[in-house]
Nanobody, 128 residues
Framework: QVQLVESGGGSVQTGGSLRLSCAAS????????VAWFRQAPGKEREGVAS????????RYGDSVKGRFTISQDGAKNLLYLQMNSLRPEDTAMYYC?????????????????????WGQGTQVTVSS
């Protein structure tokens, strides 16, 4: 069974940076999509970034383009989200997710649809 565990969240000031990590374990050979999502209290879950499991075809939500970068270390089964120029509106619980299928040629999902493997989340708080 595939398991995902996030880490690296914390509290930063506006303009600061954080790097989130997602450690994968189990048999991940058939995973084809990986992604990061976030959800703030009272708001819907939001797609942040995604890519094919081989690191190709990176995509980002409009609100984080140019500030966040999704990447991986395949040898260590780690997924990363580098978050720069953080803003208060980035405050949310951040989740990594994985799925087996690529749908419509893309791993990006606006709300997490089609993703069935999830980590427990890590909190990011950005103060002004």
């Amino acid at each position: 069974q595939v398991q995902l565990v996030e880490s690296g969240g914390g509290s930063v000031q506006t303009g600061g940076s954080l790097r989130l990590s997602c450690a994968a374990s189990g048999d991940i050979r058939n995973i084809n999509c990986v992604a990061w999502f976030r959800q703030a209290p009272g708001k819907e879950r939001e797609g942040v970034a995604s890519m094919n499991a081989d690191g190709s075809n990176t995509r980002y939500g409009d609100s984080v383009k140019g500030r966040f970068t999704i990447s991986q270390d395949g040898a260590k089964n780690l997924l990363y989200l580098q978050m720069n120029s953080l803003r208060p509106e980035d405050t949310a619980m951040y989740y990594c997710a994985a799925r087996y299928r690529i749908w419509a040629g893309s791993c990006f999902s606006t709300t997490g649809q089609y993703y069935g493997i999830w980590g427990q989340g890590t909190q990011v708080t950005v103060s002004s």
